[in-house]
DNA sequence: CGGATGGATTCATCAGATGATTAGGTCTAG
DNA sequence: CTAGACCTAATCATCTGATGAATCCATCCG
């Protein structure tokens, strides 16, 4: 094992029996790589690593410090890994997608009274879907896109599992290019997915598990089948 | 942005692209840190990160190579991130663990005709986890716990999705602790837990998908309920 | 009392040197 | 001619030292 790996063990060790937690501070890197044994280069590979995996942050003349660790930390890496693969595995990707979304539909639409923010921020995210196509120069795809994955995010949030909601963020965030593709490709594309997208909060909102579950379940299975026929 | 992210960045960018394929070597340190503009200190760390992500696979003496990219290297990090977050939302993991392991077992059932390899050999750490409980020494855990953890890990592979099957190797394998207290805590949870096991399986390979999604969602929400009283 | 300032601290980056490991060619024995 | 040991070059791993940039904090001045 090298000595960056060994690195990274320890550190993940520290976080994980309490010795370090969110938000702490680690020692200067003169000082944890005596402590470590290492040089300073191995010691800054190691918290490197763990920087890019959202576990440590350093910010240059202040020190390094454990992150908050919440779930939506897991997104980014998580999202840059599956971007890589997806590839060879965008229907394997898009499946799993599908039942981590359904799921979160429902869930969203059990926890709904109240409406909480995140409902709220979802029904946003569609009127500014309908006024990037609407608008005077034609459709705007690229703010159709942004709201589009902002809607999905806000529904997934709304479900109250920060863990579910980080994945979803992770598997869904990256297929905006095909997204682009379909709405070019098919210009009722866009009219019908935002029908889709009301419906399925309409049935979150009145609290309808099952209609918000099957809603959300068409909804990705129809943009399954899209992707499938450009191939 | 730091150098080395915009290595990170650099040689994302180069596997998405198609210059860079699964198993292609890189150009040695010297010349890539060149080539990039930075020095070999910050190249290194770039490349350390993707090699701690499962991107690159760095060999003294050979060189720098791009991983296979199979979705199975992606539970690697993703497992330690979760880990560390499984502290303050063990909860909300095993929620979306039970939402993937559910899927999986419903859809290895739909394809169980005829019986592969993976239900075969989840057949097989189910006869593991029975010599483990009825070793002559008492019960063996860790054994018991390897064959719980084979046992979820091949229905998964079963199921024919290879990203479903990391996502759920990198939510459940970390809860062997937990797995380990509950046996010893609980003398009647390893025969329970093995019977659960022997009925899921049966469904699956009867290509009932029914009663194997039922199964293995009652199995898993008994887990979570132990794991709740412990509080 | 509040803001500006300057020094100390800390991380960021670079450069060079040495060791360890691997790959591949070469040489020798059979 | 072949098979094996051996040797050399290539490459990554690690360490050390130095310089720059950003931040923090105590001090000083208005």
Redo the contacts with the bound molecule.
């Keep these: 094992m090298?000595?960056?790996d060994e690195v990274v063990d320890r550190i993940t060790a520290m976080i994980l029996d309490g010795r370090l937690g969110p938000g702490d501070r680690?020692?200067?890197?003169?000082d944890l790589a005596e402590t470590l044994?290492?040089?300073?280069?191995?010691l800054?590979?190691g918290?490197?690593a763990l920087s890019v995996l959202g576990v440590l942050e350093?910010?240059?003349?202040?020190?390094?410090y454990v992150t908050t660790l919440d779930p939506s930390l897991l997104a980014g890496p998580l999202g840059l890994v599956v971007e890589l693969q997806s590839a060879g595995h965008a229907a394997h990707v898009h499946a799993v997608r599908r039942m981590l979304e359904t799921e979160a539909a429902a869930l969203a639409a059990a926890a709904a009274h109240p409406p909480g923010a995140e409902l709220m921020a979802a029904g946003e995210a569609l009127d500014a879907a309908a006024a990037a196509m609407d608008g005077a120069a034609g459709t705007d795809h690229d703010a159709l896109i942004a709201s589009d994955l902002a809607f999905h995010h806000h529904v997934a949030r709304a479900a109250g599992n920060p863990v579910l909601a980080a994945l979803i963020d992770a598997l869904g965030g990256r297929t905006a290019r095909h997204r682009l593709r379909r709405g070019l490709s098919e210009p009722d594309a866009d009219a019908r997915s935002l029908r889709e997208h009301r419906a399925i909060l309409a049935a979150v909102v009145d609290g309808d598990v099952d209609r918000a579950r099957v809603r959300m379940s068409a909804h990705l299975i129809a943009v399954e089948d899209f992707l499938n026929d450009l191939e």
Tied chains: 1, 2.
């Design positions: 090298s000595r960056t680690l020692p200067v890197e003169k044994g290492v040089s300073r280069s191995s800054r590979e918290v490197r350093t910010r240059q003349g202040a020190g390094t």
